[in-house]
């Protein structure tokens, strides 16, 4: 759930952001339907400053009884400390962590590797060359996907939640080629987000990318795949799933 | 009901007093010793480092009054690896109310990731399974031949209502290989105990309170204890 002003929200290519409802409610009701866990990301805090609303982060932890991660705006450890306070079962960090690798380093050490998911919002050129961004997929930077990847881990990251800038909200699948060379290079779980659109989608990005665990948003909120069917879906096709 | 949770330097332990809320009790965060001993439950939760928290348990005397309690006790995560023998995380020694050693995943295949996160199918069929030692396990027994060396078809109270496959949440680096108290195994990488139980001690490897329905079931099971 990308949350913006206490509200659900989701882009499409990261901008024309449609309503999708309270996030509180939005999260008991995809753990009832069985989702295995939940993703918090305050969307504009790191644009425009703003920190994620720890209150939110306290309702949630009051009312679901699956694992969460909250992003957005964490630069610092007290940052994470409050979440995690606040009930939050990993923090993910991203511009903040491009901007000073260390944070990854402060985090893992402080509260260990399990809390800390680093997300990384990279775009493919046409050559071919992934790059990360920083702000919501709104500044380049000189990083490399693949190498930036790498440095997370060997910092101690638990996970990697790769999100695709250019699979985003066009709903044809996920970038499983890169999902694959991630996961296959790396020894710390890869999730999978931006371009679910259909059941095949994830199956694939499972068999193909290679990916550990799969991440979407506007196909749960909208009701265009629903979670029981999709896991059913899964399951007839081989895929351990709850 | 006083239903108590030790207060120490490990996280995540409000996840359990939220838990414990939507069952309807309102449980007690606390590290003074009458209260924890007065207690009709005690909750030993947490996620963290061994060596740092056997510490402060030690520096607070609070490893003898877990020693002591007498009323159910659920250590989660943490709480149960620090409720037996010895550590490997820190080389430390703990509680040892379980006679068993505490060891690290030693991955085999790039898919074996540590930490071990995520969710894993629980085996609850067995009121305890008659093994005799880990050597034997890890060298002779498959996790599918587990099954035949059950004697006891029982499930234990703590999952009355829980069946075999059953899916829970687990964050861990280090696991209590299967021992003459295990009541729950999981497999990841080998087969491990995901549950103890001994005399009124019990106890979780995976996390109840971020369970789901199942957690749920576990955590009103502990709370309808004898």
Known sequence: MDVKDGQTVKGTNFVNLREAGDPVELGKFYSEQGADELVFLDITASHEGRKTFAEMVSRVAATVNIPFTVGGGIGELKDVDRLLNAGADKVSVNSAALRRPELIDEITNHFGSQVCVVAIDAHEDEQGQWTCYLNGGRIPTERGLFEWAHEAQERGAGEILFTSMNHDGVKTGFANEALRRLSDSLSIPIIASGGAGAKEHFRDTFLEGHSDAALAASVFHFGEIKIPELKKYLKSEGITVR | ?226
């Open chain 2, 1 to 226: 009901m006083k239903v108590a949770i030790i207060k120490y330097n490990a996280g995540n332990i409000y996840s359990v007093v939220h838990a414990l809320k939507r069952l309807g009790v309102e449980p007690v965060l606390t590290d003074d010793p009458a209260e924890l001993l007065s207690a009709d439950r005690v909750l030993f939760p947490g996620q963290g480092e061994a060596r740092q928290a056997m510490g402060y348990l030690r520096e607070h005397r609070l490893d003898e009054v877990i020693r002591n309690l007498k009323q159910p006790v659920l250590g989660i995560c943490i709480g149960q690896q620090l409720l037996c023998r010895h550590t490997e995380e820190g080389d430390v020694d703990c509680i040892g109310i379980f006679d068993a050693d505490v060891k690290r995943f030693c991955p085999e295949r790039h898919e074996d990731k540590v930490p071990c996160m995520g969710w894993n199918g629980l085996r609850v069929k067995s009121e305890k399974l008659k093994v005799k030692s880990e050597k034997l396990i890890v060298n002779e027994v498959k996790s599918e031949e587990l099954r035949g060396n059950e004697v006891n078809e029982g499930v234990n109270p703590l999952f009355q209502g829980v069946n075999d496959g059953d899916y829970v949440y687990f964050v861990h680096s280090y696991y209590v290989p299967l021992c003459t108290d295990t009541i729950a195994t999981a497999n990841y990488i080998l087969p491990y105990s995901a549950a103890l139980h001994k005399d009124n001690f019990y106890t979780c490897q995976f996390h109840p309170e971020k369970s789901g329905a199942v957690g749920e079931q576990i955590l009103r099971n502990f709370l309808k204890l004898k």
